[in-house]
Every structure is written in structure tokens, then in C-alpha cells.
């Protein structure tokens, strides 16, 4: 039962270079969303999808592109990387709707991290 | 973008010792959530709130959505070494999807034996 993966846990960057974080899901969850976290910043959105096909712009969408070609997986680019995305970067997912019967098993469920440095 | 403002921001107890910690927030939610972060992992889930005035544990756990639907409290009883972490609340607007959601910017407990 992997729940929510990332790849890779670790990269490290250059100044323009371009990069993907993948993320794979297996809840059959309908959204799934991009997360970074900061020191003392919380979790902030990049971006988001809400189905196979579909992105929209979260709270710091710039400088990041996103696909959802499939439902299982969410993808996360970076097309120039400036030292400013040096972050952890966090996946989740979740079903569209919220049920109290479900003990929170379609509440946001996370991957374990993806840390970027951009040099 | 909003945040929750969440305290304490970091905590040293002693082992055994009781923790309260709360979310405060000037718009409402549907929804509170609250996560535990160990060091290099995700935040996990612990408690899910659904309804203004709810009580709910999950072990020594115990976290309440409140009246106002504007603050949420976490409790944590005789906390053990294990409590180590960051502690997240999160509130949604939404009884739906959670792009919307605001995560505070954490509780960081600390336990010495």
C-alpha cells in the first residue's frame, strides 16, 4: 500500500537548469496538488489538478510548470531553476469531497518530500 | 497568501508532560486537519475535524474544531519521546477538494526524557 511516492528524494541544481519531480499515486484520488515548504513559511500551493488533463495555479505557481497525463501521476517542472526554488517539495492527494464515514482517508495524503537545491 | 496563525511556534517539554497547542484564524472552515511532520517525511495525518463544536482522539491525542469555526486546539497527554516533530493544522474552506486549504506554519515539539 505505497500511498503516495516521490521521485527523486534528492537533487541538486544549477542555476537554469531544467528538472521534473514526478509523483505517483494509487488511491484512485481525483486531485492531486504540489506543495513547497519553506522554513517558517508553512506549506504554500504551486500547483494543483483536479483530474486527468487538468492544472490550475496555486498560491506560488511561478516558475513552475505541471502535467497530469494520467490520473495516477502528477508531475512538477522546472524549466530554469533559480536558487529561490531551493525548497523540500511535498506531493498529495485527494478525493473531491470530503466524508466524515471516511476517517479521514480522503483528507490530503503526502509523499514523503523531494529536497532541491539550486546552486 | 493567508495563514493560519498557529502557537506556540517551537516547545520543550519533559517526558510525561501534557501539550496544548492551537490554530486561530479570521475566515471560517468546513474542515481542520491536523498533521505531524517526523524529520525528512511527509506530514501525516492525525486528526480530521468536520463540524463546529467537534471533539475528537485519536490515542493521547485529542483535538476539538471550535464554536467560532475560526480556531482549532490540539492536546497531546503524557507526551513520550516519539512526539518528536512538527505539528501542521491545516483549515479548509470547502467540504470538498483542498485546493484551498491553509496549512499553519507549524508547532515545533521537542521531548526530553
Known amino acids: 500500500n505505497a500511498g503516495v511516492t516521490q521521485t527523486p528524494k534528492f537533487r541538486v541544481l544549477k542555476t537554469g537548469q531544467s528538472m521534473t519531480l514526478l509523483c505517483a499515486q494509487d488511491m484512485n484520488h481525483e486531485y492531486m496538488y504540489w506543495y513547497r515548504q519553506d522554513p517558517g513559511m508553512g506549506l504554500r500551493l504551486i500547483h494543483y489538478s483536479v483530474g486527468e488533463g487538468t492544472t490550475a495555479k496555486g498560491e506560488v505557481p511561478d516558475g513552475y510548470n505541471v502535467s497530469r497525463l494520467k490520473k495516477q501521476n502528477f508531475l512538477l517542472g522546472l524549466e530554469s531553476a533559480a536558487p529561490s526554488q531551493t525548497s523540500v517539495y511535498f506531493c498529495?492527494?485527494?478525493?473531491?469531497?470530503?466524508?466524515?464515514?471516511?476517517?479521514?482517508?480522503?483528507?490530503?495524503?503526502f509523499g514523503a518530500g523531494s529536497r532541491l537545491t539550486v546552486l | 497568501g493567508q495563514q493560519l496563525n498557529q502557537s506556540p511556534q517551537s516547545m520543550f517539554i519533559q517526558e510525561g508532560e501534557d501539550v496544548s497547542m492551537n490554530c486561530t484564524s479570521s475566515?471560517?472552515?468546513?474542515?481542520w486537519l491536523w498533521y505531524k511532520q517526523d524529520p525528512g517525511e511527509g506530514p501525516v495525518l492525525l486528526i480530521a475535524l468536520y463540524k463546529a463544536g467537534e471533539l475528537t482522539s485519536n490515542g493521547r491525542l485529542t483535538a476539538q474544531f471550535g464554536i467560532t469555526r475560526k480556531d482549532s486546539f490540539l492536546n497531546i497527554s503524557a507526551s513520550i519521546p516519539s512526539d518528536v516533530g512538527i505539528y501542521f493544522c491545516?483549515?479548509?474552506?470547502?467540504?470538498?477538494?483542498?485546493?484551498?486549504?491553509?496549512f499553519g506554519t507549524g508547532t515545533k515539539l521537542q521531548v526530553i526524557p
Open positions: 498529495a492527494s485527494s478525493y473531491s469531497f470530503a466524508s466524515p464515514q471516511s476517517s479521514g482517508a480522503n483528507v490530503l495524503t
Open positions: 475566515s471560517i472552515f468546513n474542515t
Open positions: 491545516a483549515g479548509n474552506p470547502y467540504s470538498g477538494g483542498y485546493q484551498k486549504v491553509t
